[in-house]
């Protein structure tokens, strides 16, 4: 085993490493940018190295730094995590000539199984089923077009050295093939360094099922069974799953087989994904191979009892596999949730900002447990714009899909963040609906169930409202002193005391009034209609409501979090964010100005579709951005006319900064 590694990685996979290394009694080395300095993976390892700016182009792609930082501390071996440099083989190759083990396979299989072109002719020779395509080295975009034309619509363009969505689009018609074929060559020199793609048929309802290999020095590989990855927005995962519902044990064996097959035909050592695509009637073909650990790695550990980052470090110091096929076993259902910073009713729009407020479910972190949770942020961190926007991992165990799924919703509806959006109910919602719970899974599945998951209604006002009541009264109550004259507890000789609430809710101004009885009950009126009302507060966070009375009486747990004026409520049916109005503070304020049009985010414009002039309709085209790693395009919200374009292309714009003046 070895004395020290170097985690060439931040947030959750660096802690994740340290703290298998922790227990094996391994010391590490964390790398981190000048945006990370006091980041929890730097925390979380025994020694830390600045290795440059915030940008990964800067600090975390800047391998020669990195091996400098492991020499320079005497680390035997280099774990890369997974993003940046993990599946570099040049890395990879200047780790061996420096001294160094790299803690994944050798250069060779990662130059193999890198371009998805090459490795897709290794496995036609292995034997392995492919998808239907042209996968050749000529990129001419004409050839590119008839290939299309003859694999027949729809199909998907890939970059041939691409990864995690990027680069991708599927063409459904023969007149989108230019303009997709564009983007998918700005997006993969961006972000890989070479436009080159690939075609292939896009498999109708289709489940992404991948299997975990695991190969050591000794020529042994072995299958730890199946993930299923159907879930996906943007084809980035959601939910992923172990074992994959429905999959029989012959077909398992199968696709278990062809995953090995694959990885011994490039010499495959330490820890990969075989990932297939796979029709309904449970066809498979092989789609890419994933030369590191995947994100999606705790729901096999879960199943199977083992610590996959155990097995890199014993495996990448030369020692065989722990153990082998015959011994593997599985145990009962494992599902991951990936919480991101992004705004699902905005197109999946990552979101940046600090996490004023980040509470979980009762759980472990970075090791097997009913309920695990692994981030490597944490309250008062903040997600900037230049790393990736998953905020953490949540995975649960049950003995069987159902019990899975109920400690799902129940860790979900306990995960409280305010600060910046998140998807958090979305994936809620997403785990609940019909085709997910009913395990009718496809790649489109979000898709199909977009009337379940967008645009649903959250918390009702009257639920809101109370808790915002009750949020200031326990606040209130922390406040009373002993004079008479300045409780404000709303006790009268006489009558009943009646406050006024001023709340904006979902855009909406509301007035609500809160009755104190002379006899000491309570009444709110909401939207005109007066509903009997209690509290019980634990504390300035902790509520239990009671509205209504008799039969109609719900006993409603609610949380609130309060940042100036704005109040957050989370309750077993949603959550809210409501502003607490101060009429006095706010007189005056004049109302937004009319036509402009802004960036949703951090980032930087890639091209502009339109200029001053043009007359656009509501919902076009005018701009597309690009922000951590990916385009996004920018829409008009009305039918006008652009007066003014504010930047150029190549330009970087904040969150918020206005880019196109629009006239009516």
């Given amino acids: 085993m070895f004395k020290k590694i170097l985690i060439a990685n931040r947030g959750e996979i660096a802690c994740r490493v340290a703290a298998t290394a922790r227990r094996l009694g391994v010391k590490t ?61 040049d890395f990879a190759q200047a780790c061996a000539n420096a001294g160094l083990v790299f803690i994944g396979p ?227 259902h494992a599902i991951e949730a990936r919480i991101c910073a992004e705004n699902p009713e905005a197109g999946f729009l990552p979101a940046t900002g600090r996490l004023d407020v980040a509470r979980w479910p009762s759980h472990v972190s970075f090791e097997r447990g009913t309920v695990r949770l692994d981030a490597g942020v944490g309250e008062g961190d903040e997600i900037s714009p230049y790393y990736d926007s998953m905020v953490a991992k949540l995975i649960v165990w049950g003995e069987d899909r159902e019990q899975a799924l109920a400690r799902l919703d129940a860790a979900l ?29 496809d790649t489109a599945l979000i898709e199909r169930e977009k009337a379940a998951l967008f645009g649903q209604p959250g918390l009702p006002l009257d639920v809101a409202a109370a808790a915002v009541v009750a949020h200031t009264l326990a606040v209130e109550a922390t406040q009373q002193s002993d004079d008479p004259w300045s409780r404000r507890d709303g006790w009268r000789i006489f009558g009943s005391a009646v406050r006024r609430f001023e709340l904006d809710f979902n855009g909406e101004h509301h007035r609500v009034l809160l009755s104190r009885h002379h006899q000491g009950g309570m009444q709110l009126t909401v939207a005109g209609e007066e509903i009997p009302f209690a509290v019980n507060s634990a504390s300035q966070e902790a509520h239990e409501l009671l509205l209504g009375e008799g039969l109609n009486l719900r006993r409603i747990a609610v949380k609130t979090y309060a940042r100036g004026e704005r109040v957050t409520v989370f309750a077993p049916q949603g959550s809210a964010e409501l502003t607490e109005f101060d009429v006095i503070a706010h007189a005056g304020e004049g109302a937004s100005e009319g036509g402009r049009l802004s960036a949703p985010m951090p980032g930087k414009m890639v091209s502009f579709l339109v200029a001053a002039g043009d007359k656009v309709t509501k919902g076009q085209a005018l701009a597309v951005m690009e922000a951590m790693k990916m385009e996004h395009q920018i829409h008009a919200p009305r039918d006008g006319v652009v007066a003014e374009i504010l930047y150029s292309v190549g330009d970087q714009v904040t969150d918020g900064a206005e880019l196109i003046r629009l006239e009516a």
């Fill in 413 to 441: 509806r306990d995960t409280h963040i305010v600060g910046l959006q998140t998807n958090v109910a979305f994936l809620r919602r997403c785990a609940a609906t019909k085709s997910f719970a009913g395990a009718d899974l």
């Fill in 29 to 89: 080395v964390a790398v981190y940018s000048e945006a990370d300095a006091r980041a929890r993976h730097v925390q979380a390892c025994d020694e830390g190295v600045l290795i440059g700016g915030p940008a990964p182009k800067d600090s975390y792609l800047q391998w020669q730094r990195i091996i400098d930082a492991a020499c320079a501390t005497g680390a035997e071996a280099i774990h890369p995590g997974y993003g940046f440099l993990s599946e570099n083989e």
């Fill in 106 to 332: 050798p250069s060779s299989a990662i130059r193999a199984m890198g371009l998805k072109a090459e490795s897709k002719r290794l496995m036609e020779q292995a034997g392995v089923p492919l998808v239907p395509g042209y996968h050749g080295a000529d990129q001419n975009p004409e050839l590119l077009k008839s290939e299309a034309d003859r694999i027949g619509y729809p199909v998907l363009i890939k970059a041939s050295a691409g990864g995690g969505g990027k680069g991708m689009r599927a063409v459904y018609a023969a007149d989108e093939f230019e303009a997709a074929l564009a983007s998918c060559k700005r997006e993969a020199i961006n972000s890989f360094g070479d436009d080159a793609v690939l075609i292939e048929r896009y498999v109708q309802k289709p489940r992404h099922i991948e299997i975990q290999v695991f190969g050591d020095s000794h020529g042994d590989c072995v299958f730890l069974f199946e993930r299923d990855c159907s879930v996906q927005r943007r084809h980035q995962k959601v939910l992923e799953e172990a074992p994959a519902p429905g999959m029989t044990e012959a077909r398992r064996r199968e696709m278990g087989e062809a995953a090995v097959a694959a990885a011994k035909a490039v010499g495959y050592v330490g820890a990969g994904t075989v990932e297939f695509i796979c029709e309904q009637d449970g066809r498979f073909y092989f789609m890419e191979m994933n030369t590191r650990l995947q994100v999606e790695h705790p729901v096999t550990e879960a199943i199977t009892g083992q610590d996959l980052v155990e097995w890199q470090l014993r495996v990448a110091g030369g020692e065989p596999l722990p153990l082998k096929q015959s011994e593997l076993r599985m145990n009962g």
